[in-house]
């Protein structure tokens, strides 16, 4: 075999939020670096809360002597907004890290990291205005 392909192992996971929907891949490497479609996290989330967001499984979530572990963030996102896409990108990362280290798992979970946030926009029903807002009643 002349061309010798070395693949890298890398971890998938996938975390969501209302419409939004992160695949979250993540491969250890010498330093930590993060990409969102293509583009450094600090380019892609504007605001600082949501750059803290995207990172807090990695640094709230790990003790002193793993958080040494350098990992190589990679997510595809789309749907939603800008927040909703960095809380999917967050239950992403953290799904990802339970699965490369099981005993991550109890602090992430305290955090509350590995919850799936089920609210949602509630759909339109016929004959109202919005999903529960009804149109003004009158008795004559």
């Known amino acids: 075999m002349d061309k010798e ?3 890298e192992k890398y971890i998938e996971a996938i975390g969501r939020r209302k419409t939004s929907t992160a695949r979250v891949r993540i491969t250890k490497g010498t330093k930590t670096h993060f990409v969102v479609n293509g583009k450094e ?5 504007h605001t600082e809360v949501e750059r803290r967001l995207v990172l ?9 002597e793993k ?12 749907g939603g907004g800008m927040h909703s896409q960095a809380e999917a990108v967050r239950l ?7 699965v490369s280290d099981g005993e991550l798992r109890g602090g992430l979970k305290v955090l509350g990291f590995l919850k799936r946030d089920p609210r949602a926009k509630e759909r339109r029903k016929f004959g109202l ?8 009643w009158s008795k004559r």
């Open 67 to 78: 958080a040494e572990t350098k990992w190589s963030v990679e997510a595809k996102v789309s």
């Open 41 to 45: 996290a600090r380019e892609y989330f």
């Open 92 to 98: 992403g990362l953290s799904r990802a890290l339970v």
């Open 5 to 7: 392909t070395k693949k």
């Open 129 to 136: 205005k919005k999903a529960r807002k009804a149109p003004q």
């Open 56 to 64: 807090d499984p990695i640094v709230k979530g790990m003790s002193a």
